[in-house]
């Protein structure tokens, strides 16, 4: 499949998405400006199972026994991978809504990953006013009840994204552009600058009412979706 640029100042370019069910269990090879991204079940309640499920998934892209890896982060929370008290070369981040993961993973770039699943709450408007900037939130106004709710998750799940790209959390401030301008569909792509660097969004439709988006430090040539079993 291939995804047109939308909305962007930047030039127009194209993002081609492949998805395969990965079951070879040797080393994986990313070529640059190219995103692996993994997609999965886990039990909700056993949080560690998700860390394992992680481990392995890393393993296939690293020349390290997993039962070495231990995981670090950086000041706002972000982690990485450490093997023998050293830093891996590996970028990646994961993010997870009910009992459904998904990972991104770059040989050479920052890049962060958010997934929602789209559910009314009586405060999503009071949420929007607190985080989002001003325009979206009037965007949001200006929408049926039911058109609000898809949009809210959509601005949510692409900040959010951008944000764990940048390794920073919600807190903390950072003037992102006005989302809204960009999501043209649930399946948006666009490149902005921010803090004089460009980054790189792919939003996704995971299922019905379940949104994921993806941001890359840079230029992304190709999606490859695994299923993980």
């Known amino acids: 499949m291939r995804h047109e640029l939308a909305g962007s100042t930047q030039e127009r370019d194209t993002i081609n998405i492949n998805v395969s069910l990965f079951k070879d269990r ?64 590996i970028f990646f981040n994961i993010t997870h809504s009910e009992n459904i993961f998904a990972l991104i993973i770059s040989n050479d770039k920052e890049c962060g990953i958010d997934l929602e699943f789209c559910i009314y709450q009586d405060d999503l408007m009071d949420v929007a006013k ?67 660097s460009i980054y790189t969004v792919q939003t996704f439709t995971q299922s019905d009412n379940l949104l994921g988006a993806v941001a890359v430090k840079g230029k992304i040539n190709t999606l490859n979706f695994y299923e993980y079993e």
């Open 130 to 196: 607190s985080f989002f900037n001003q325009a979206d939130y009037a965007y949001l106004l200006s929408l049926n009840s039911e058109e609000r709710i898809t949009k809210f998750y959509q601005i949510w799940i692409t900040r959010e994204a951008i944000l764990k790209c940048i390794g920073i959390g919600i807190s903390q401030y950072i003037k992102l552009p006005d989302i809204a301008n960009y999501l043209i569909s649930p399946s948006s792509m666009f490149s902005t600058e921010i803090e004089n």
């Open 26 to 89: 040797q080393i994986l090879k990313i070529i640059p400006n190219d995103i692996h991204i993994w997609r999965g079940q886990f039990n909700k309640n056993n949080k560690e199972e998700l860390t394992e499920i992680l481990k392995s998934i890393l393993s296939f892209y690293v020349e390290f026994e997993k039962k070495n890896f231990n995981f670090n982060k950086t000041r706002f929370g972000k982690p990485y991978l450490v093997c023998d008290n050293k830093k891996v070369n």
